[in-house]
């Protein structure tokens, strides 16, 4: 399974396209820790997440790796609740 990079530029595999990865929606988050996390390692961006006051870092924070497994589903859940707390207005028609 293929391990996304903590460097930015720095691919997982020659010629692939998770150089861009780190734009997913599943790769946000809100932290006052932007500065130390960036460039860290899964490791340490895990463990200063896990003291996060916001449960969807702490769902990071629980995950033992980040690949892309991990990413989709946080994309995924991402998607879902902005669905949900945004629903699209569709004017009626007369």
Known sequence: ??????????CATPNSNHCS????????TLSGYNSELSNSPFEKKRTLLANSNY?????????????????TSRSEELSNRAIVAWPRIIPSVT
């Open 1 to 10: 399974m293929k391990r996304y990079p903590h460097v930015p530029g720095e």
């Open 55 to 71: 449960e969807l870092n702490k769902w990071i924070a629980e995950r033992s790796q980040w690949t892309e497994t991990e990413l």
């Open 21 to 28: 990865d780190g734009t997913r929606l599943g790769n946000l």
